[in-house]
């Protein structure tokens, strides 16, 4: 199947400052990719989806000025989070949809962000 | 009501024994389903996609009732490797291609 990378895998952070995800399709081109977060013991939270080269379409309730995405290449799409906060600290995991008919998502191995 | 819902479990079975899972969901509108399985702190893994006529992988075996907007996976002779949480998940089609909606998961235990 396709592979997606995600780096950094572990991040531990001071409240305040920026922590930057990289989210990379390794062996296809992904034109969108989504952006999730999960809480222990639940499912995956839809944050954005990410189009390439177009600005990213969050759901209701995620800040956009706090996750910001940017979707420069066909391969890559980052997400930051802006003055993270000990309420931020989560697992971040980002999908690409692939090529199929049924739109199967990849996922990479996920980030998890503890900020202090 | 959720969109996607399914029986949290605990499943606590032993190994060998036959489980089946199921999931509902609500947006007729939806179009593609899919198992994935997400083991402790790892990201989900696609398991197997749900075809309307239904479809078997080796041990594994999802149906699909679109009139009745539910899909079920069954698990026979089930493996230690088998515990994990395993989440039904829906897409559709058309404006919204490939955004999915996730079930909150089963969990699996396959005890010895």
């Known amino acids: 199947g396709a592979v997606v990378s995600q780096h950094p895998s572990r991040v531990i952070c001071k409240s305040g400052t920026s922590v930057k995800i990289e989210c990379r399709s390794l062996?296809?081109?992904?034109?969108?990719m989504f952006w999730y977060r999960q809480f222990p013991k639940k499912s995956l939270m839809l944050m954005a989806t990410s189009n390439e080269g177009s600005k990213a379409t969050y759901e209701q309730g995620v800040e956009k000025d706090k996750f910001l995405i940017n979707h420069a290449s066909l391969t890559l799409s980052t997400l930051t989070v802006t003055s993270a906060h000990p309420e931020d600290s989560s697992f971040y995991i980002c999908?690409?949809?692939?090529?199929?008919?049924?739109?199967?998502?990849?996922f990479g191995p996920g980030t998890r962000l503890t900020v202090l | 009501r959720k969109e996607v819902e399914q029986d949290p479990g605990p499943f606590n079975v032993p190994e060998g024994a036959t489980v089946a899972f199921n999931c509902t969901y609500s947006n007729s509108a939806s179009q593609s389903f899919f198992w994935y399985r997400q083991d402790c702190r790892k990201e989900p893994k696609l398991l197997m996609s749900v075809y309307s006529s239904g479809n078997e992988d080796g041990r594994f075996t999802a149906q699909l009732n679109r009139a009745s907007q539910y899909i079920s996976l069954l698990i026979r002779d089930s493996k230690l490797s088998d515990s994990a949480t395993y989440l039904c998940v829906v897409n559709e089609w058309g404006t919204n291609a490939g955004k999915s909606t996730f079930g909150d998961g089963t969990t699996l235990t396959v005890k010895p």
């Open positions: 062996d296809f081109q992904a034109t969108t």
């Open positions: 999908s690409a949809l692939g090529a199929g008919v049924y739109n199967e998502q990849f």
